[in-house]
């Protein structure tokens, strides 16, 4: 009963002071318009349930799902870049990267989640636009045909032996990128989308979690294990990375082959939403 009735005095203040919104809202700083964005539609994919899976004790394959976006939604369709990070920096509300950068037209890398976290923060209070990271699931979604699959190769059940050994040599036989070091922007071309550089040689942060599952009996995934100090990383295949790590070849990798370079994308959330809620948090600090 309290919170509805601080729900109605917010929303009766918020109309009252509607002339001050035009005075306190900040100013937009990307257009409706902005060709950096990309909007991925509603539509159907598949998606392989990211995490560790087992069933009876031994290692499985995860689930391949069919999956439907039920509301677009918009993202970058390149990687944050060096320049873009270093004035989040030089702003105070990004970490220094503690080493040589690429170039400022280059995507940034040698980046943590914590430092993309830093970045998407920094950019809603610039804009007044939420950004964030995208889940596992919209990164698939967004990468189109781009995206890998993680699927094992088939094993006889009851040997527990090939089925670690398979593992093992299906990470092993992944393809190293060529080129180690960042490259331009549109080097590794576009996907259906429109998004540049999927599955280059930057892998991007999501927020998705690390989670290990059971496979039951019956054929349903439960959760046995969430580890949020572990995202999903995703790129020319998909790993996991404890969110402080910067640079991959110095471990971290909690499963998986590690990536190349560790850098991100955002997504744009709409407008309306977030505006309000700012000028609510800007009138009514301490409510929200």
Known sequence: M?????IKAIMAAAAFAAPVALAVAPAVDRPAADPTLV?????????????????NGKPAEAPLRNMRL????RIMNRQVTSGEYAACAAAGACPSIPHKVAAADRPVVG???????????????????LHRLPTDEEWVAAAGEKAADEAMPPVDPV???????ARYDAEANRAR???PDPQPVGTFGLNKWGLQDVGGNVWEWTNSCFLRFDIESSGVSRIVNTNCGVRVVQGAHR????????????????????PANLGFRLVVEDETLPLLHHFVARVFPRVL
Do not use: H
């Not at 309290?2 to 601080?6: E, N, P, R, Y």
């Open 70 to 73: 039920r509301s677009g939604f």
């Open 177 to 179: 990128p060529v080129a």
């Open 39 to 55: 909007v991925i539609p509603a539509t159907n994919y598949q998606y392989r349930v990211a995490g560790d899976f087992a069933l």
């Open 239 to 258: 790993a996991y990375m404890t969110d402080f790590i910067r640079d991959p070849r110095n471990g971290g990798c909690a499963a998986g082959v590690p």
């Open 159 to 165: 040997d527990p032996a090939q089925a670690w050994i």
């Open 111 to 129: 980046v943590n989640w914590r430092d993309a976290t830093a970045y998407a923060e920094w950019m809603t209070r610039k804009t007044g636009i």
């Open 2 to 6: 309290l919170l509805a009735l601080k």
